[in-house]
């Protein structure tokens, strides 16, 4: 972004700025002064704690100015009823201003890895910015736009959930050009009751959206080729099935390569990838289906593709301490749990899982960590399960035919480390997957360090 004055800032929503710090300009925008940067505009949120309480430590940390509901001092800021809302209303003002065609991804499983796609594709033709990280709830994508440089021409925004209305209000933000929607899982069902839902929430990407926009969807996914609706915007449907508009054919996975041919109307040409599993595919797909939507070549959306390197935490490969370890603790979900678990089962060795909790699944928790543990035992030798619902998955494990000593419950984390330590042996492959709530990276952690 390019600097903005408070004075220009307080007119986009709404608040009131002393006149004396109507022209202190400000560029981006944290809620955190861990992370500030020097010059950003502080977020006085009020959350477990009053962010009103930082702006002082803000101040003398460098920040140019706060957004916040009352006066803390006298520093320059922008007075507003709610800053979560006027930190929208900015954010949404400055993309106008920018220009940028916006890309929205959203979907049960996988958006974060979709939008580092489809962004790699478009910066091979475009100067693209996308949401960082998490950054996709109505404070980081906020915050997302207005540290994007003035010239960006795409932004990817990713946009999250987990209750009724979230995604409506991150559209009329964003008003997408083109929004993606990889699929309908059973992430957060726990809050949106059944997946009719869940796809009703994602469907909340249509109600920002600019009248001519584009909506890409899954077509292998029941719920989005079964719409009960006619949305104003066009709808593309990617997938590997009939009638899909981008297809992809001929998938297979050898030497962690994963390949497969694109089929566009009469246009068609070979993808190949460093990832494993075919769930990658959907992903893939979804980049391919928005680089050819917005005119990037074939031979670009190849190149960025071939070159594409996911982001920490997200199937993570390597090795260490003579074993394969596969770092997937990033997030979690029935779907992406069964895919990991493929993943693991398909690499030659002694196949260890650590499991921790799926989050957000309400009343199907029980039955869903049941049905992991069933999985499990097709793929894995030995599991290693923590959280509330460990023992439901070792229960799938049992009725899966593995026997019951391979299999292991534990309530502390470490405890779970320290016997993952005295189980592994060299040439193990082990995948270390859980919600991120359940900050499963620190088992990984602590199984990597050395005995003192």
């Not at 949305?231 to 030497?255: H, M, N």
């Not at 749990?337 to 993943?343: E, P």
Request: contains cysteine; proline residues 4%.
């Amino acid at each position: 972004m390019g600097k903005l004055t408070l004075r220009q800032a307080a007119e986009w929503c709404g608040g009131v700025v002393e006149e004396k710090y109507a022209d202190v300009e400000f560029l981006g925008a944290a809620n955190d002064t861990r992370v500030m940067q020097p010059g950003q505009l502080f977020i006085a949120l009020q959350g477990a704690r009053d962010g009103h309480d930082f702006i002082k430590k803000a101040m003398d940390r460098g920040a140019a100015a706060a957004l916040c509901s009352r006066k803390v001092g006298d520093y320059p800021a922008i007075y507003v009823d709610d800053p979560r809302i006027a930190l929208g209303r900015i954010a949404r003002e400055e993309l106008k201003r920018i220009g940028a065609k916006v890309v929205a991804v959203t979907g049960s499983v996988g958006k974060s890895t979709t939008k580092e796609m489809v962004a790699a594709v478009l910066e091979q033709a475009f100067v693209t910015s996308k949401t960082p990280a998490n950054h996709n709830n109505d404070i980081g994508m906020p915050m997302a736009i207005l540290d994007m440089p003035e010239d960006t021409e795409v932004a990817v925004l990713e946009m999250g959930m987990n209750h009724f209305r979230e995604i409506a209000y991150l559209s009329c933000i964003a008003h997408p050009d083109v929004a993606v929607i990889i699929n309908i899982g059973t992430m957060h069902i726990e809050y949106l009751g059944t997946q009719q839902g869940i796809r009703q929430a994602k469907l909340e990407v249509l109600e920002g959206m600019t009248p001519q926009g584009m909506l890409l969807l899954n077509g292998d996914d029941t719920l989005l080729r079964c719409l009960d609706m006619t949305p104003k915007q066009r709808i593309t449907y990617f997938g590997c099935s009939e009638g899909c508009d981008v297809r992809a054919l001929d998938v297979s996975q050898a030497d962690s390569i994963l390949r497969f041919r694109v089929e566009a109307g009469r246009l068609t040409f070979p993808v190949e990838m460093k990832l494993e599993g075919e769930h990658y595919v959907a992903d893939a797909l979804a980049a391919v289906t928005v680089g050819l939507k917005l005119g990037v070549t074939p031979e670009h959306i190849r190149k960025a593709l071939d070159e594409f390197q996911n982001m920490s935490g997200r199937q993570e490969i390597f090795e260490a301490k003579g074993c394969t370890i596969i770092n997937d603790c990033y997030n979690a979900g029935p779907e992406s749990m069964a895919a990991a678990l493929n993943v693991l089962g398909n690499r030659p060795g002694r196949h260890l899982a650590v499991l921790g909790e799926m989050l957000e699944l309400g009343d199907c928790a029980q039955a869903e960590h049941y049905k992991i543990g069933r999985i499990a035992a097709e793929k894995a030798d030995m599991v290693f399960a923590y959280g509330p619902h460990a023992g439901r998955v070792l229960d799938g494990t049992i009725t899966g035919g593995m026997p019951e000593p391979m299999g292991r419950a534990f309530d502390d984390p470490m405890e779970m480390a320290a016997a993952l330590k005295r189980s592994a042996k060299p040439g193990d492959v082990i995948l270390f997957k859980a919600s991120r709530g359940m900050h499963l990276e620190k088992v990984l952690k602590a199984f990597l360090e050395e005995e003192k």
